[in-house]
């Protein structure tokens, strides 16, 4: 039973999922050799470990390096049509613009606030202004797609406004304000610029700030519809939170398997089992699991689309693609059982589905987040799934004669004598 | 089911006497016969290192050729290159991958090469004479077969034909089972097993006798045993009364904290400056205290133990504990679990074992205090694991295991507070492991890194 896995062969590269090619700078040749749509770009250059003192190297490099100036010395250009005004707001510490056009992001971004929301009041120009968040704003004056305003004084000549600097922006949004735009750190501006950089769809969640709304319904595994058995299920499940053995073993001095006549081998298995593990599928278990809140807790800051969602509306989002908990790697250490299952409590409950493989059920597992962890605006995404083995007993699983094979050939030909 | 244990001789299971078996005959006979998964393994370790160094050369070769062309010494046809540094030629036989300069010819190079490859022809065990140390052959288990009556149980493969008893220090007889037509070799070679292995083996399923080295007339009950693993769960062994250990351990902390090159850094870091500029370094209380008297996170807590107990119960977060009850969870559930060392984890998570599939799970086990009773005071001294891990290890952790395609599993183990003497006592009033095993509650995450560019669609 040679451990089989150290005789892997090393791959020639790393895994594709842990290829990220916006983390290397690639060989910005390839962007002149790309005209045309039929050509495609080739995913990543020769890569050369040291030098070897010829020509041949030192010129590639000399004409990468151009390659990668002349693209980035590319003037950028706004069409007269496509500006948008912004104006900012400074007791909400958001800003406005009436109708922004001129840029698809808008589609996406920002939105118009209802009579009794809107600071500025009902005014004539109330359904046509779009309010911005603050990371918002930020990401937009970056990009150049608005031109944001302090707000007008009497001095003004053209009515208009002193422009805000980039710096201006970043001092009055990024902050521990109150109000509607508060809270915007800097590790969360990163995940939202990364994001939407990517292009997907970030909005904020309802708990972007504080404990949001408290778990709806659909936190909770379904109950199951045995209504006969409901006076037998409140009583039973009442005392065991966490799942347990069978009730019969409750009385078993000893956690060995008594000697005798056994059929099967899930028989055996049944009776080895001891250990309480956590049950996500089991109603009960979920709710009783309110445990204080705790001084760090990781709640799901932002709720993201993918790119190509077409069902994605501003007036009516629906569920999101991925839940995004955000993370000072520089504050905080990794997350304890607490923090986990706090979080845990918040999320919607998606089950895999039945049919899937083993394995692929495990990893989905039965409610998942993804943690984004800012070290000091370097980002790293984690997903993490409630997965429970427990409900995956593998002896219960079709055999394929499980357990009765006594070594056989296995592996890579061993030869074996008796 | 199965895979318990790892031989002293060999990679997994006890293939040593099968090998020198093969050895002898293979010298008598003058030809091979059946292989052994060493053989087998030892035999591409080598041709991938031939094929490595065939490459670097082979790249060496082309780098020389262009710079031979560049400098115009030689047309683009020729290859060779007339300068020949015989001291270079060492550190480039040496080296696998790296380039250097001033390479020879080509034949004297593979020459060189395969001259140097033999020395340090990797250890076939075939060529090596074992000293024969303590006598430790496997001994034929009647509890084993006897323990229980009809069907096949599930059990190490080849358990089956030479079963072997797991020993703790202790001597069994010699017994050989070979024919005799056969070389009569003694076999040297015993099966070790974890700790978590040998209890999951003797209590659970009942198949494995020990005998401990000083009683050799009474067999260790369930809860003995349990004692005596959690007991050696540390290195040296915990100790129940205040006698100082034979070897003692100086354990330096920093500020209270455990060293750690992270905790010795920020310490420094938050030192306050030492005003006087007489002075010329900054002071760090580094306090270094020797084991005697034990600290007190590692002695059991005996004042919320019954006073009339005579076995002691080892602290609820003893590492044993906690590394039994994963284990026993999964095995409970049909995995395979086997030692996580060489990836860097606590276990590894098998389908069906290891000769049949990659694992797929390695597991990480992360204690948690969550239990009311670690947040007094008291419980705070007496936590066994102090301080928390930070995000950069976890990154590390993950990144090992999908560098190797597997799928972090991040067990939370829910730690009781220490038992007040009624919850772990069956009818009998004796504590039974099933009652000390059953406080604890297991809940597993999957860490899986998720990629910004490749979940757009």
Not at chain 1, 73 to 87: C, D, E, I, M, N
Not at chain 1, 135 to 141: A, C, D, K, M, S
Not at chain 2, 90 to 100: E, G, H, K, N, P
Request: aromatic share 8%; proline share 8%; net charge neutral.
């Amino acid at each position: 039973m040679a451990d089989a896995d150290e005789d892997v062969k090393p791959r020639s590269g790393p895994l594709p999922e842990d290829v990220d090619l916006s983390e290397e700078i690639q060989d910005f040749r390839f962007l002149g050799t790309a005209t045309g749509n039929d050509v495609k770009i080739p995913k990543r250059g020769e890569k050369d470990f040291e030098p070897h003192e010829t020509a041949l190297q030192s010129n590639t490099l000399a004409a990468s390096r151009q390659a990668m100036h002349n693209a980035l010395s590319f003037q950028r250009v706004h069409p007269p049509k496509g500006v948008a005004l912004a104006t900012f707001h400074p007791e909400s510490n958001m800003a406005y613009a009436i109708n922004p056009k001129g840029s698809p992001l808008f589609v996406r971004m920002g939105r118009t606030l209802s009579k009794g929301e809107d600071p500025i009041g009902d005014d004539g120009l109330r359904g046509q202004r779009m309010w911005f968040l603050p990371e918002e704003v930020i990401y937009l004056v970056e990009r150049g797609t608005i031109d944001l305003r302090w707000p007008v004084t009497e001095d003004d000549k053209d009515g208009k406004g002193l422009p805000v600097s980039l710096q201006a922006a970043y001092a009055m949004f990024l902050g521990e304000q109150q109000g509607l735009g508060g809270a915007l750190t800097f590790e969360r501006y990163s995940v939202y610029s990364g994001l939407k950089r990517a292009g997907y769809t970030v909005l904020r969640a309802p708990s972007f700030e504080g404990s949001g709304p408290p778990a709806t319904a659909e936190c909770h595994p379904p109950v199951p519809q045995r209504t006969w058995q409901a006076g037998l299920l409140s009583l039973a499940w009442l005392k065991h939170i966490f799942h347990s053995a069978e009730k019969e073993d409750q009385e078993r001095s000893s956690i060995g398997i008594e000697p005798g006549l056994y059929r099967n081998y899930a028989d055996i298995y049944r009776r080895l089992a001891l250990i309480q593990w956590y049950d996500p599928t089991h109603t009960l278990a979920a709710a009783a699991s309110q445990s204080p809140p705790i001084d760090d807790e990781i709640r799901v800051t932002y709720h993201v689309w993918k790119p190509g969602s077409s069902t994605f509306k501003k007036s009516d989002h629906g569920p999101p693609d991925f839940r995004i908990a955000v993370v000072d790697a520089r504050e905080t250490t990794a997350p304890s059982l607490q923090q986990l299952s706090n979080l845990m409590a918040t999320l919607p409950y998606e089950p895999p589905k039945a049919e899937d493989q083993l394995y692929q059920k495990l990893k989905h597992g039965y409610k998942n987040v993804i943690l984004a962890i800012v070290d000091q605006g370097v980002v790293s995404y984690l997903r993490i799934s409630d997965a429970a083995f427990g409900r995956e007993r593998l002896y219960e699983r079709a055999g394929r004669g499980f357990g009765g094979k006594r070594g056989g050939r296995g592996g890579r030909g061993r030869g074996r004598r008796r | 089911m199965g895979f318990f244990g790892k031989a002293s001789l060999s990679r997994s299971e006890p293939t040593w006497l099968d090998r020198e078996k093969a050895r002898l005959k293979a010298e008598a006979d003058g030809m091979g016969g059946a292989r052994a998964a060493e053989v087998v393994t030892n035999a591409r370790r080598e041709e991938r290192r031939l094929f490595k160094l065939e490459r670097a050369r082979a790249e060496r070769e082309k780098i020389e050729r262009q710079r031979a062309v560049e400098q115009g010494r030689v047309a683009l046809e020729e290859a060779s290159d007339p300068r020949l540094d015989p001291t270079q030629e060492f550190r480039a036989d040496l080296v696998l991958a790296q380039t250097s300069s001033g390479v020879g010819e080509l034949n004297e190079e593979t020459e060189s090469l395969l001259k140097k490859s033999d020395p340090m022809n990797p250890e076939f065990s075939e060529h090596r004479v074992f000293e024969p140390a303590a006598p430790i052959p496997g001994s034929r288990a009647d509890e084993f077969l006897a323990s229980l009556a009809n069907g096949p149980m599930p059990c190490n493969g080849r358990a089956a034909n030479v079963p072997n008893t797991g020993i703790i220090d202790g001597n069994v007889e010699l017994v050989d089972e070979k024919n005799i037509s056969e070389p009569n070799i003694q076999n040297q070679e015993h099966l070790q097993l974890t700790l978590e292995e040998a209890f999951f083996l003797f209590s659970a399923l009942g198949v494995l006798h020990i005998q401990l080295p000083d009683t050799k007339s009474k067999a260790p009950s369930p809860i003995d045993l349990l004692i005596l693993f959690a007991k050696h769960a540390a290195f040296p062994p915990l100790a129940r009364s205040k006698a100082r250990p034979l070897i003692p351990v100086p354990s330096l902390a920093v500020n209270d904290q455990p060293l750690h090159a992270r905790a010795v850094s920020h310490a420094i870091a938050v030192a306050p400056l030492v005003k006087d500029p007489t002075e010329s370094s900054l002071r760090v209380p580094i306090t270094a205290t020797p084991l005697s008297p034990q600290p007190p996170h590692l002695v059991a807590s005996q004042t919320s133990l019954d006073p009339m107990a005579s076995q002691q119960l080892p602290a609820p977060d003893n590492h044993f504990l906690i590394n039994y009850v994963v284990y026993h969870h999964f095995r409970s559930l049909g995995w395979v679990v086997r030692p996580g060392l060489k990836f860097g984890a606590d276990y590894m998570l098998y389908n069906r074992g290891p000769v049949f599939s990659h694992a797929e799970f390695a597991v990480i086990i992360m204690p948690s205090y969550i239990d009311a009773y670690w947040e007094t005071p008291s419980g705070k001294r007496e936590r066994r694991v102090k301080g928390e891990k930070d995000w950069w290890w976890l990154h590390c952790v993950n990144r090992v295991q999908s560098q190797v395609k597997k799928t972090l599993v991040l067990c939370y183990v829910d730690i009781p507070a220490p038992d007040s003497g009624q919850d772990c006592r069956g009818v009998s009033g004796d504590v039974e492991v099933a009652r000390v095993l059953r406080r604890y509650k297991v809940r597993e995450f999957v860490i899986k890194r998720w990629a910004v560019n490749r979940s757009r669609e």
